[in-house]
């Protein structure tokens, strides 16, 4: 949800250190970028893929290869000696780069063995299972993707920015201009690296001749082809393989059956699924599509309204999908104590009149999303928006115990027990000792030390 006024990247890094929060997957902890959702996509039956495996240019080559290769001595670093290397280019007709890749992925995946200085053959793709042809075809690309840092495509900004432009790709079933591909590594390029007035205007006239050979080499490695319209498309086994990369970096990307049998639940449902970590953001979409905004969003205002901290983190993540129409139910949930700071916001985002939210709202919404990330998993927690940067986490715990979250001593006893920072774990135990005196006032009761 938006307005959070805490450093989540900071706090998430504790949560994960909690028995009860199930653990994300390794690289979710550790990737500095943010997890994102892709449209779902429909692959290609497995035995069909598998058939078209030893037909990919890249692949038939390396096969090639390993014919020309026989049993021969290497060098101690593993590759063809450079007579050898210059022999087997000219057979094959193709150039040196070209042909270590070949060499490359020839050895990675086994269709040439390395044993006691000499290479031996080994399998060829169509002697595997479906299964072993699908996990072949995904060690060939990621020894494709791998060599992006080495010059894969002889274009310095296409290699640095294959994987997104790859990504994008993927995002558009029907193609991508190969123009407004050039402009979205441009602007990428712009933002990462900042290159002044000048080389961006010879970037920009370099670029177009520069990604057409890098499409050309992506289609001669099987992972592109051209649409009848003219547009760059990833190719069936392109699908899989980029799905693949996606999900190993942790990335949202789920297949139309996925997300199909989360269409047709509740919102109770939906809601629960999100927190249990059991569906994605992904599935929001296609729930979404079968009923009207208005009537999805009211459901899930009394949902948020009555539910837990981390049923309300849910909510909002599906609740940021809908625009405008769904207004009438979002401004009816000002007047609803738990959810009437969300709806302010979800209002004030998309340019709807709301009412403003004091220093005490945006410290309720930290206390209330960082409740949150205590109960959800996976990507509904990744969906909670970061903060600014740079805000002050000790003068934050502080001013916990006076808004009245009434989950304030549990994340105050959270960040007291795992933070590593002595300085937020003093000032949160002093602030959870607090919220303890003004739970007891209110309650009637003395406070233990009053007892003692």
Not at 340 to 363: E, F, G, K
Request: charged share 25%; aromatic share 4%.
């Amino acid at each position: 949800m938006a307005n959070n006024v805490f450093d989540l990247a900071e706090l998430r890094k504790l949560i994960d250190e909690q028995p009860a929060v199930p653990p994300r997957p390794p690289q979710e902890a550790a990737e500095e970028h943010e997890a994102l959702t892709f449209p779902p996509v429909t692959l290609v039956p497995d035995a069909q893929l598998a058939r078209l495996v030893p037909a990919v240019p890249l692949v038939a080559d390396a096969i090639r290869l390993t014919a020309w290769t026989g049993t021969r001595p290497v060098t101690p670093e593993g590759l063809l000696p450079a007579a050898d290397a210059a022999a087997a280019a000219e057979t094959l007709g193709v150039d040196a780069a070209r042909l270590r890749l070949l060499w490359i992925v020839a050895v990675n995946t086994g269709l040439l063995q390395i044993v006691r200085g000499q290479a031996l053959r080994g399998p060829l793709p169509e002697m595997l299972t479906v299964e072993a042809t699908l996990e072949f075809w995904d060690g060939v690309v990621m020894d494709v993707l791998d060599r992006a840092d080495e010059g894969l495509t002889g274009s310095a900004v296409v290699d640095e920015h294959l994987a997104e432009m790859l990504a994008t790709v993927y995002s558009v079933r029907s193609g991508v201009a190969v123009a407004n591909l050039a402009r979205g590594i441009l602007q990428s390029h712009e933002v990462a690296c900042e290159p002044g007035t000048v080389q961006l205007r010879r970037l920009a006239a370099s670029l177009p001749a520069e990604l057409l050979e890098a499409l050309s080499l992506l289609a001669y490695c099987g992972l592109v082809e051209q649409t009848d319209a003219g547009r760059t498309a990833l190719t069936p086994l392109g699908v899989w393989a980029i799905r693949r990369d996606l999900l190993r970096e942790g990335h949202d990307a789920p297949t139309a059956a996925e997300v199909e049998v989360f269409a047709d639940l509740s919102a109770a449902e939906l809601v629960e699924a999100l927190v249990k970590g059991t569906a994605t953001q992904s599935a929001v979409a296609g729930w979404l599509e079968r009923r009207p905004p208005e009537e999805a969003a009211r459901e899930l205002v009394e949902i948020a309204a009555e539910g837990t901290a981390g049923q309300r983190g849910a909510v909002g993540a599906i609740l940021e999908e809908l625009g405008p129409e769904a207004e009438k139910p979002l401004r009816e949930a000002l007047e609803l104590p738990l959810v009437r700071r969300y709806a302010a916001s979800w209002l004030h985002i998309r340019d709807l009149d709301a009412p403003a939210l004091s220093a005490d709202d945006h410290t309720w919404i930290a206390v209330d999303s960082l409740a949150a990330l205590m109960h959800l998993s996976g990507h509904a927690a990744g969906r909670l928006d970061p903060p600014e940067p740079g805000e002050d986490l000790i003068r934050l715990v502080g001013e916990m115990p006076a808004v009245g979250h009434p989950d304030t001593v549990a994340v105050l006893d959270m960040l007291a027990s795992a933070h590593d920072d002595p300085a937020v774990v003093k000032a949160a135990r002093k602030a959870a000792m607090k919220a303890r005196s003004v739970e007891h006032t209110k309650l009637g009761s003395p406070h233990p030390s009053e007892t003692e």
